[in-house]
């Protein structure tokens, strides 16, 4: 009997951790995020993130591959808390209750390090309101190609339950980075690197930029636009151009067209 | 006392009819839809959508622009309804109550008569499950130029409340049009219009399929992808080259991907 309630005592302490990483701070101060669902899962695991506790529920869990992945991680001494699905729902956000969630070290790359890669090109994100925007352009971002997500400042969180679920883990693999706007000036100028801002009232069209390994899309606040420090930093700005009676693409849409106009300009010719 | 009583009765009876309108079934019963704010009301005002009733809270309303559209749908006979802040917020959706809706008649254009009608090329969603998706596909299948929208079925709504909240009205002014997949067949023989389906398996990259105004991007279903009828319609079918470990594509961004495809080949050279 102690056994148990020891058990459920350590339940309900991880239950309170996972409820706790839904707000900005804590996940700040942790430096680390809850993820949920056989996908997240698995992607993690696949991009090599570092797991600090998984919480499954043999009642509801249903794959074989995401429990042969536990297991590994068991054996590997991550910490693993069974509960009940009651349990598992008081913290889990899907609707269908998959039965598999960890708490998950963030992982950033230092700029520096980072700059060291090759890939399409950057994808720059200063500001961005909607958590689903967010993760549905850090999707593309993989699917297309680009070496890495590079965040100004502080202000947007990828490691938000709503930007990791809206990207469905896909963003995982992609190498993230935060720098301050001096700290792209100064790579910039090292390096090489040009910044492309995509604004409505450019000039250029966005297939008039420059594209490559070399060159980094800046995505401003879906309202306001760049801020003065990026716009100073960006060389050139290109427009997708937009008719009829729209006043803006959805920010991630655009983001979308971008970087598969780097994909294009990427293809061998035919 | 009368009068304010027989106000308050009608008043609780359209509010009735404005919940209702979020059912699939009464939405079709009554070619009607709601919309809501200030954003969706001018764009349908200034899309000639027609008015059936116009709910409106002075209280919260805050737009003069709003309250001269209100002004003028009242002189052309259009009935309105003041409502209470609480009545207002009783059936609205936004999280910040705009004062204003209105009850709107649902516009399909016939297939034929869309047929006449030049622009970019159309678009053809065939299922999508996401609402979401969906708005946010036609609000860039406006900005780019498409020609129109067509839905194969009556499987999706364009005038689901989310559909239009997600794409903020930006639909509006889009031919809309619903067919079959034989109605389909003939306008193609006729009129030599190419369809041409996503498909990740497709052998040709999407910038090598065709492109114009007579050309028609067919999209299916998020995971199961086209039906066999939509399948033997498309001529070609394309695909979007994706790196990494990335599945899939969110369907809206593929979409938007091949519609400023459209976009790009229709500049003029430089």
């Known amino acids: 009997m102690k056994r148990k309630?020891?058990?459920?005592?350590?339940?309900?302490?991880?239950?309170?951790?996972?409820?706790?990483?839904?707000?900005?701070?804590?996940?700040d101060r942790e430096d680390s995020f809850w993820i949920e669902g056989i996908r997240?899962?698995?992607?993690?695991?696949?991009?090599?993130?570092d797991f600090s506790a998984v919480v499954y529920s043999p009642v509801l869990l249903k794959s074989s591959l995401a429990e042969m992945l536990l297991r590994r991680l068991a054996a590997a001494g991550v910490p693993r808390f069974k509960v009940s699905p009651e349990e598992f729902?008081?913290?889990?956000?899907a609707l269908h209750a998959s039965g598999v969630g960890a708490i998950v070290r963030q992982r950033w790359t230092p700029?520096?390090?980072?700059?060291?890669?090759?890939?399409?090109?950057?994808?720059?994100?200063?500001?961005?309101r909607s958590p689903g925007n967010l993760g549905t352009m850090l999707r593309t971002a993989e699917a297309a190609g680009m070496t890495g997500v590079i965040f100004v400042g502080s202000q947007c969180d990828p490691f938000d339950p709503v930007v990791v679920r809206s990207c469905m883990g896909g963003m995982f693999?992609?190498?993230?980075?935060?720098?301050?706007?001096?700290?792209?000036?100064?790579?910039?100028?090292?390096?090489?690197?040009?910044?492309?801002g995509l604004s409505p009232t450019a000039d250029r069209l966005w297939t008039q930029g420059p594209s490559g390994p070399k060159v980094a899309i800046v995505l401003g606040e879906e309202r306001s636009g760049l801020s003065a420090a990026m716009q100073k930093l960006c060389t050139t700005t290109v427009r997708l151009p937009m008719t009829g009676t729209a006043d803006s693409l959805?920010?991630?849409?655009?983001?979308?067209?971008?970087?598969?106009?780097?994909?294009?300009?990427?293809q061998p010719p035919n």
Not at 8 to 19: D, E, F, I, K
């Open 5 to 27: 309630q020891t058990s459920t005592g350590a339940n309900a302490q991880l239950l309170a951790r996972v409820r706790a990483l839904s707000h900005r701070a804590v996940r």
């Open 89 to 93: 729902r008081s913290v889990g956000a």
């Open 173 to 196: 693999p992609l190498p993230m980075v935060r720098a301050t706007p001096e700290q792209l000036a100064t790579w910039g100028m090292r390096d090489g690197v040009q910044f492309v």
């Open 250 to 266: 959805n920010v991630a849409m655009a983001a979308s067209v971008m970087m598969y106009e780097f994909v294009r300009r990427a």
């Open 40 to 49: 997240q899962f698995v992607q993690a695991y696949d991009a090599r993130f």
């Open 111 to 128: 700029l520096d390090v980072a700059a060291r890669r090759s890939g399409l090109g950057w994808l720059i994100v200063e500001s961005i």
